[in-house]
């Protein structure tokens, strides 16, 4: 971390020494806080203070009060097993730090010492303890923690090595413990601080194992097979589906240094972690003291952590994901940023211009062109349409749209009861035909992606839209594939 | 009515309240009324020692049914030193009978509490209520063979796994109040919920786990971490709702009372 900074004065000509010398001094005050020079003299290990430390839920982060001296802080944390939503129509038992998925946040300093007390409510079922990776001990306090319910467990421990560090359950079956959302974040500053940034947040990744499928409905219980295979059904930021999107996005200004203090709590999963539109200007390795920098996808491995540092210079909505990208279209590994202010077209413009392209030149060349494979108009009935429009639904629009037709909320508009689609006169026809881009909005909420033209024949194209008009309660339509040739050729 | 019942109740005891000695000589007979005898049996615990094949259990008694309130109701009326305002320090934890209003009185959820399964109780408390009925607390082993028996008189389409529908109890929240003794289901050995209603205290609870770190070194929580044993033993390595029980009875001390855990009683053949 650069802390360094040299106080510097300037003397004008004609000041008298008396004021060089007061500014000098004060300047080198000023800077001392931040002078590594410092660090020996003012860390002499000597106790001061004590306080009980203040623990948030994410995504916030308690403020950092960093002071040269190590002091006493007392942590109060309790384990509560509760119910709760996991997605929309799904709940799961979690079981808590705190009362939520990830467990709160603990920010101390490096030389702290910790009294830590570990609370497990009396209505909980199973006993509980803690290991905290910042801990250097038998069990990283496990060892000492182990609590049945209505009890309260405390030790004692030194924060040796700065760093941001993971903490769980490791009561047996520990898998369990973790996959039942038992993990959470703390973060031991250096002395002298972390540099300061506008805002901060807190993600936690981590895997859950359900015994039904992704979305079905109902109190899922765990499901130890899938997560002894490594087989999750849902993979997420901070504890379920949606925790940070749309309405619950962090929110952001132009200009803003954001700095993103990220775990894993797995029980398996390593992520792959990026932000969609976004670079890191500083990627802290696994939590530590490496820095990296310009980096756009960071290893956090399970059990790990890193922190990541960027500025947002453009307004729009970034997408926080796990690039093993399947967890974040179908398992849920979305979280989002907005960031609001004024555009700047010079660092990113948005599209300037849709022409049409004639990879052929400029002579004069229809699109029906002889080399192209001519599309014939086939007659369907409605139902062979729905039934040969399901197969190519699944294969060519259910990865984004799912297959519920619901969509990704933040990222892909629903197709089931859309009212976009409902209200389109042209039955929506032209929207795979030609794509779609920029702001549309569906059933109330807002989409600005871009979706692709889709290669496919007018004939395809007429039964996937006629199989989504007669799905999910849609308008009821059927699309021929003669009136898809219309819109194609320009009608 | 209630209370008519409990007196009615209470008086039947009263002959042996006088001494433990009088109560085994005189009430065997009766102690095995609402007991099952088990019989003996090789029983294969998952924490098997590397040179053991299993372990035999000798024939013992068990109650069918876990201890209800009302029935340490009377246990404490005949023995005023085990009453909520009276008992020891030593002996429990500031929970001890929360869940009854006075020493005497459950409170306002009398009806579902006289049949439900009495909780907050030390082991200390277990222990003098299974003796001053002659008989023990079951050792682990013996409760672990007990409770190791499958659904009784299970449908032929009902394919669930008991181990299935004993994870499922684990992940569920506590409900607010106990449910009643009979409300799960009955075993082959004629028992009733030795897993979806609460936690027992068993007599040597504390032998098998020492550490709190479920991943340290000791021969149990090796077992527990690997899932390994001996090369010989054929536990059932993904027995964790074994691993629950173990670690949760390795975070209990004798004085400590939870609300979901209570007891029943063994006694010797």
């Known amino acids: 971390m650069k802390l360094t900074r040299k106080p510097s004065v300037k003397a004008p000509m004609g000041i008298s020494r008396l004021k060089n010398l007061a500014i000098l001094s004060a300047l080198v005050y000023a800077g001392c806080s931040e002078s590594t020079d410092t660090k020996k003299d003012a860390n002499d290990g000597k106790m001061r203070g004590e306080y009980t430390a203040n623990l948030t839920f994410?995504?916030?982060?308690?403020?950092?009060?960093?002071?040269?001296?190590?002091?006493?802080?007392?942590?109060?944390?309790?384990?509560?097993?509760?119910?709760?939503?996991?997605a929309d129509g799904v709940d799961y038992t979690f079981w808590t730090f705190g009362g939520k998925v990830p467990g709160k946040f603990i920010r101390i300093n490096e030389g702290d010492e910790v009294e830590f007390h570990l609370s497990n409510h009396p209505d909980n079922k199973m006993p509980h303890n803690i290991d905290l990776h910042a801990?250097?001990?038998?069990?990283?306090?496990?060892?000492?923690?182990?609590?049945?319910?209505?009890?309260?467990?405390?030790?004692?421990?030194k924060a040796l090595n700065p760093g941001l560090y993971v903490y769980h359950c490791a009561t047996a079956p520990v898998?369990?413990?973790?996959?039942?959302?038992?993990?959470?974040?703390?973060?031991?500053?250096?002395t002298g601080g972390l540099p300061k940034v506008d805002k901060e947040f807190y993600i936690m990744q981590g895997d859950f194992y359900t015994k039904g499928k992704f979305g079905e409905a109902g109190l899922q219980p765990f499901d130890m097979d899938k997560a002894l295979k490594e087989e999750p059904d849902y993979v997420l930021f901070n504890g379920s589906v949606g925790a940070n999107t749309g309405d619950n996005a962090l929110q952001v200004k132009v200009g803003e240094t954001v700095r993103l203090y990220v775990g894993n709590g797995g029980p398996n999963l390593v992520s792959s972690f990026h932000v969609i539109g976004e670079i890191f200007d500083n990627v802290y390795v696994e939590g530590g003291n490496l820095i990296n920098h310009n980096v756009q996808t960071t290893l956090i491995p399970a059990g790990g952590t890193a922190i990541v540092e960027f500025k947002c210079e453009v307004p729009g909505v970034l997408n926080i994901v796990d690039h093993s990208i399947f967890r974040t279209f179908n398992k849920g590994a979305l979280a989002?940023?907005?960031?609001?202010g004024d555009k700047n077209?010079?660092?990113?413009?948005?599209?300037?211009?849709?022409?049409?392209?004639?990879?052929?030149?400029?002579?004069?060349?229809?699109?029906?062109?002889?080399?192209?494979?001519?599309?014939?108009v086939v007659n369907r009935t409605k139902q062979e349409r729905i039934q040969m429009g399901e197969n190519l639904f699944y294969s060519n629009c259910a990865s984004c749209h799912m297959k519920d037709g619901k969509g990704l909320p933040g990222a892909f508009p629903p197709l089931a009861g859309s009212d976009y689609l409902k209200n389109r006169k042209d039955k929506g026809i032209e929207i795979p035909l030609k794509g779609l881009s920029g702001i549309v909005k569906v059933n109330g909420k807002e989409y600005n992606g871009v979706m692709p033209q889709i290669q496919l024949t007018d004939d395809e194209i007429a039964n996937i839209l006629t199989?989504?008009?007669?799905?999910?309660?849609?308008?009821?339509?059927?699309?021929?594939?003669?009136?898809?040739?219309?819109y194609r050729n320009g009608k | 009515m209630i209370l008519q019942a409990l007196l009615f109740i209470s008086l039947l005891l009263l002959p042996f309240q006088v001494s433990e000695k009088v109560a085994i000589v005189n009430s065997t007979k009766n102690n095995i009324d609402k007991m099952v005898l088990l019989p003996e049996g090789k029983f294969i615990p998952f924490n098997l020692k590397p040179q053991q094949k299993f372990v035999l259990i000798k024939p013992f008694y068990l109650d069918i049914y876990a201890v209800t309130n009302s029935e340490f109701l009377t246990f404490v009326k005949a023995n005023p030193q085990w009453r909520k305002s009276k008992i020891s320090k030593l002996y429990c934890d500031q929970n001890y009978l929360k869940h009854w209003k006075s020493d005497l009185a459950f409170g306002k959820d009398s009806l579902q509490l006289l049949n439900s399964p009495v909780t907050n109780i030390s082991w200390f408390a277990a222990n003098a209520y299974c003796k001053w009925k002659g008989k023990r607390l079951p050792t682990t082993n013996e409760w672990e063979y007990a409770a190791s028996a499958d659904i009784a008189n299970r449908k032929k389409n009902n394919t669930i796994s008991i181990l299935q529908i004993?994870?499922?109890?684990?992940?569920?929240?506590?409900?607010?109040?106990?449910?009643?003794?009979?409300?799960?289901?009955?075993?082959?050995?004629?028992?009733?919920?030795?897993?979806?209603?609460?936690?027992?205290?068993v007599y040597d609870f504390n032998n098998y786990v020492t550490g709190g770190d479920s991943r340290s070194n000791s021969q149990v929580e090796r077992d527990l971490y690997c899932g390994a044993a001996a090369a010989n033993s054929s536990t059932n390595k993904s027995d964790y709702a074994a691993f629950m029980r173990y670690g949760f009875r390795g975070s209990l001390k004798a004085s400590y009372t939870v609300s979901n855990l209570g007891f029943r009683c063994a006694l010797d053949k």
């Open chain 1, 336 to 340: 989002q940023i907005k960031v609001s």
């Open chain 2, 166 to 201: 004993i994870l499922e109890w684990y992940d569920k929240p506590n409900p607010l109040l106990t449910p009643p003794i009979g409300s799960t289901f009955k075993n082959k050995f004629g028992l009733y919920d030795m897993h979806g209603l609460i936690w027992e205290w």
């Open chain 1, 175 to 190: 898998g369990m413990h973790i996959a039942n959302g038992m993990y959470g974040l703390i973060l031991v500053e250096p």
């Open chain 1, 58 to 86: 994410a995504p916030q982060v308690p403020k950092g009060g960093y002071y040269n001296y190590p002091e006493k802080v007392i942590i109060n944390l309790e384990v509560i097993e509760k119910t709760m939503r996991l």
């Open chain 1, 345 to 376: 077209d010079l660092i990113y413009s948005g599209k300037q211009s849709d022409v049409v392209y004639q990879p052929e030149g400029g002579a004069v060349q229809h699109i029906a062109s002889t080399e192209k494979i001519p599309d014939v």
């Open chain 1, 467 to 486: 199989y989504i008009h007669n799905k999910w309660g849609n308008s009821g339509a059927e699309v021929t594939s003669s009136e898809v040739g219309k």
């Open chain 1, 135 to 157: 801990v250097t001990g038998p069990g990283g306090g496990a060892a000492a923690s182990l609590t049945a319910p209505g009890h309260t467990s405390t030790f004692s421990f």
